[in-house]
């Protein structure tokens, strides 16, 4: 359920970033639209005249651009590309998403380091700090990596359909595919740390899930 809503959320905010980039990209000064003109610089309640906000936002930008071309251009590529790399391309930073992780490994540090000022040498030193680092590092590696899942699939799946029902069938089709790589996500991480030699699981499930990452943050 809470999967089923997180896609729905994360696909509406695909459509409203998509929006949005197409605003950008098409910007056009001209097609701006401005409360005072709307209503002929007539103030509704006192029926006085006021000032034209397009002409003072026209001046602006003429001083500060040169011409409204200027501006136009500027939007339409530099802040564009400004917005697009601060955003990410999934719809959402990577660094937004390791630092969400966090407080989950500070945790871990903090048992570590309760047991170590309570002289539990096993919790400190022992196979449990060894299990600690190993979730930490498993917390921060496969947790992006679901999520830019997360992401991904809503992208492909963001547009809505006039049927509730094809849009409730959507999600549910999106949710049950992030469902399914995380579980075989998991299954193949709790493999490698069961079954495989102790000093190369931990590292190779780090380079395959930070890789996978990658892929899907640069995607």
Not at 20 to 29: D, H, N, V
Not at 104 to 124: C, I, K, N, Q
Not at 136 to 144: C, E, K, Q
Request: glycine share 8%.
């Amino acid at each position: 359920l809470c999967l089923m809503v997180s896609m729905h959320i994360m696909r509406s905010m695909q459509r409203l970033v998509s929006t949005l980039k197409e605003q950008l990209t098409a910007f056009s000064f001209s097609g701006a639209e401005c409360y005072c003109c709307s209503v002929q610089h007539c103030d509704l309640v006192t029926g006085e005249q006021v000032l034209c906000d397009r002409k003072c936002v026209l001046g602006c930008i003429v001083a500060w651009f040169g011409s409204v071309e200027g501006f136009e251009t500027f939007v339409r590529n530099d802040l564009y590309k400004h917005f697009k790399g601060q955003l990410g391309k999934p719809g959402l930073p990577y660094l937004w998403v390791l630092s969400a992780c966090l407080p989950y490994v500070w945790m871990v540090f903090d048992a570590v380091a309760g047991g170590h000022r309570a002289g539990d040498l096993e919790l400190t030193l022992g196979w449990k700090a060894a299990e600690a680092m190993a979730t930490s590092a498993t917390m921060i590696t496969t947790t992006p990596l679901l999520v830019g899942l997360l992401l991904l699939v809503a992208r492909m799946t963001q547009r809505q359909h006039q049927t509730a029902s094809v849009n409730l069938l959507l999600t549910l089709g999106a949710s049950a595919l992030v469902a399914g790589a995380s579980l075989l996500v998991r299954i193949l991480v709790n493999e490698a740390r069961v079954h495989g030699p102790c000093w190369l699981a931990l590292p190779l499930q780090v380079l395959l899930s930070l890789g996978a990452t990658a892929a899907i943050f640069q995607s």
